[in-house]
């Protein structure tokens, strides 16, 4: 069956720093992976999606970045975060049906 | 731009009663359209699916039905149990060009009472 993994679980950073959450897959080969960012009170956000190696397409302008340098591996930056980056943000991949989501990690930034 | 609301309030039930939550659309056509459980902290667990070109989906005591002249889906729980109490998402499918993409509802809460 399939697995997916997120890490680190929580994380508190300043502003101003650097910012790298990884996600992994398991038990499927060459999926559509998903990055969405869930704030307090609001609904998910698609953030980033991905069809493949080296293929992101970004939904919203914002001071992020992600990168997929193996098929089940998605990860996603920041060069200098913000206080708005605060949230939780999930993983997910996908088929034509549904979608499977990773445990989440949860970001605060001071 | 596509809309999709979920009515924000949390919605309190009594043990054993049906809940009905409800999720309305605008500006899209999805071929289909997915409820998922979310409980806090943790990621969302798909539910069920339902197509363009069916009415009502069931499964177990979960029923969804799926109006696309009103731009409307229904989510019912019979029989509730406090064991139900979370947040509950629609999405929609806003595929284009074989890329899966889904945009979500904000999502109702849901307290069973004891």
């Known amino acids: 069956s399939q697995t997916i993994h997120q890490w680190p679980a929580t994380l508190v950073q300043p502003v101003g720093s650097p910012l790298s959450l990884e996600c992994t897959v398991e038990?499927?080969?060459?999926?559509?992976l998903y990055w969405y960012r869930q704030a307090a009170g609001r609904g998910l956000q698609l953030l980033f999606y991905s069809v493949g190696i080296g293929q992101i397409s970004s939904e919203v302008p914002q001071n992020l970045s992600a990168s997929r340098p193996q098929d089940r591996q998605f990860i996603l930056s920041s060069k200098k975060l913000l206080l708005s980056d605060s949230g939780f943000y999930l993983c997910?991949?996908?088929?034509?049906?549904?979608?499977?989501f990773g445990p989440g990690t949860r970001l605060l930034v001071l | 731009s596509q809309k999709i609301e979920q009515n924000s309030e949390a919605l309190n039930i009594q043990e054993g009663k049906t809940a009905t939550l409800t999720c309305n659309y605008t500006n899209y056509s999805p071929a289909y359209l997915q409820w998922y459980r979310q409980d806090p902290g943790r990621g969302p667990v798909f539910l069920l699916l339902i197509r363009e070109n069916e009415k009502e989906k069931r499964k177990e005591r979960l029923k969804v039905t799926f109006d696309t002249t009103l731009k409307q889906s229904l989510f019912h729980i019979t029989a509730s149990q406090p064991a139900d109490s979370a947040t509950y998402l629609c999405a929609l499918d806003i595929s284009t060009s074989g890329t899966y993409k889904y945009i979500f509802g904000t999502g109702t809460r849901l307290k069973v009472l004891a």
């Open positions: 038990g499927t080969s060459n999926p559509n």
């Open positions: 997910a991949w996908g088929t034509t049906e549904t979608q499977y």
